[in-house]
């Protein structure tokens, strides 16, 4: 009898543990949502609040933007060339390589540029940003600010967010450029292209519209990459595990969000 | 001598823990108090909650007349500038030099000239017995020159009130001494209040000129050192001689 009263009670609290984690899980995404959401309308704020820290924000665009310069341009390198690899093998087969061109420059400008360079900063600048602000918090420098009266949002987060949204377009301008002459160059001494052609290809089929859109896209991602940064560090508890945690965090969530919110803005933009 | 700061009847809680549980605490204008407790007493809680940190749950937290607890924003901000507080490890910007680290405060609220700034920071810097390291960074210090510089930078914008969280916690006997005494020498010279918590019972008779002892969320005991030590409350008297058995022990064993 006994034994039956506590395989029963287990098995409840087997259901009801299910249905807790449901539950959690739901409850957190959507606190961390409105956390994400209102430290930007925080920084919204104090953007015009008080005057902007030049220095600070000069610096973390260093930061994000000059320190990202070499992974961009590896990053965008070898994907342009891919690109021109890639489609020139497609394209062959209905006697189009002259397309090549098109294909590399639209696909670097409308989507990889933008993209890859989100992806790249993400894992760069936004882990360093977690880890930064991570550790601040829980070594009580965050704590510190308040008690030598100067907000956090005011002082560490307001200009790392612009470092975002200013320099993510920058490097992804870069990306392009970059990324089209990867493809131009290997097209030209690879696959013996004829370059007069292959640059008119290029750019007969090109919009302004298309960069535009792309940089854009990536300002959009810039925001996402410094807010996600910003908000896991903010949130860091725990010591140095803490800080592992809010870094692999930042990384992980902006990432995903890059991929999502870049179908919605493409659909959106179309 | 009039109250500089009240807290009357405050409670807090995390989530389902019951920290702070109905707590009363005056400190006088001048004096040092300090409150001694176990780790885990809810002592931090209680300083934070005094800087406006944390918001209480209930009850009032009267600082100068103002009760704390009702700002927000830019008007708590500039409260905050009435107090000073050396965190438990320093809590120094990593990113800046030690004299930016002791002249923060003035570099964002003074027009000052870095010169002049550099200057009373090294001021300061020589109040708490250290010269020449203006220009290192922190990870540079050791733990002892971590804290005084830290204490430079909370006096900087000579507050009225100041905050040490447990100020002699992972010091050598002797840095313990030494930080001691300049807590004594910062209250005759700046004629400064402070609210000490420690649970390091030497340098609470050194320091103090009241003790509490707060226990379960509540303050039991409040008085002159010399009072505290011949108490009658068995849990006071096995927290401040420091004994391995006795009420608080068995509590713990009870839950």
């Keep these: 009898m006994k034994i039956k009263e506590k395989l029963t009670s287990t098995d409840q609290k087997g259901k009801r543990s299910i249905l807790e984690d449901i539950g959690r899980f739901f409850y957190t995404f959507l606190s961390e949502a409105g956390e994400i959401f209102i430290l930007l309308c925080q920084a919204f704020f104090w953007l015009f609040r008080a005057p902007l820290k030049w220095k600070i924000t000069l610096k973390q665009m260093g930061e994000v933007g000059v320190n990202s310069v070499p992974v961009t341009l590896i990053t965008a390198t070898f994907t342009g060339m891919v690109l021109a690899l890639q489609s020139y093998i497609g394209f062959k087969r209905f006697n189009a390589e002259t397309m090549v061109g098109t294909v590399v420059a639209l696909s670097m400008v409308r989507e990889l540029g933008p993209v890859l360079t989100g992806l790249i900063v993400a894992g760069r600048a936004g882990s360093e940003m977690a880890a930064e602000l991570g550790t601040m918090k829980v070594t009580e420098q965050i704590d510190a600010l308040y008690t030598l009266a100067v907000d956090p949002i005011h002082y560490l987060i307001v200009p790392r967010i612009l470092a975002g949204i200013i320099m993510l377009p920058v490097l992804t301008i870069l990306a392009d450029f970059i990324g089209i002459a990867g493809g131009y160059l290997l097209s030209i001494k690879v696959l013996k292209a004829n370059p007069v052609i292959y640059m008119r290809r290029t750019f007969d089929h090109m919009e302004l519209s298309d960069i535009y859109i792309g940089l854009l896209k990536s300002s959009c991602f810039g925001l996402i990459i410094s807010t996600v940064g910003c908000h896991k560090g903010l949130s860091t508890e725990g010591g140095a595990e803490g800080v592992g945690k809010a870094t692999t965090g930042a990384v992980v969530l902006s990432s995903m969000l890059i991929l999502i919110s870049d179908y919605i803005l493409t659909a959106l933009l179309f | ?255």
């Design chain 2, 1 to 255: 001598m009039d109250t500089i700061i009240e807290l009357i009847d405050v409670h807090k809680s995390f989530n389902t823990k019951q920290v702070l549980r109905g707590l009363n605490l005056k400190i006088l204008r001048g004096e040092s108090m300090v409150v001694v407790g176990g780790s885990g007493s809810g002592k931090s809680v209680l300083m934070k909650i005094v800087i406006g940190l944390l918001k209480p749950d209930m009850g009032k937290v009267i600082v100068e007349g103002e009760e704390i607890n009702k700002l927000s924003g830019r008007n708590l901000n500039n409260f905050r500038k009435k107090f000073g507080m050396l965190f438990q490890g320093g809590a120094l910007f990593d990113s800046l030099s030690v004299w930016e680290n002791v002249g923060f405060a003035l570099l964002e609220h003074t027009d000052l000239s870095k010169e002049e700034i550099r200057a009373k920071a090294s001021e300061k810097l020589d109040m708490v017995g250290l010269q020449g390291i203006e220009d290192l960074m922190p990870s540079e210090l050791s733990g002892g020159m971590k804290k005084r510089v830290a204490l430079a930078r909370a006096i900087a914008m000579e507050p009225d009130i100041l905050l040490y969280d447990e100020p002699t916690t992972g010091l050598d006997p002797i840095m313990a001494d030494v930080i001691n005494e300049l807590i004594l020498h910062m209250k005759k010279s700046l004629n400064i209040s402070s609210l000490t918590i420690t649970h390091d019972m030497k340098s609470a008779y050194k320091i103090a000129d009241r003790m509490a002892m707060l226990f379960e969320g509540r303050i039991i005991q409040v008085g002159i050192p010399e009072k505290l030590q011949i108490t009658s409350n068995p849990i006071v008297y096995q927290f401040i001689t420091g004994s391995a058995r006795g009420p608080i022990t068995d509590k713990n064993y009870q839950r």
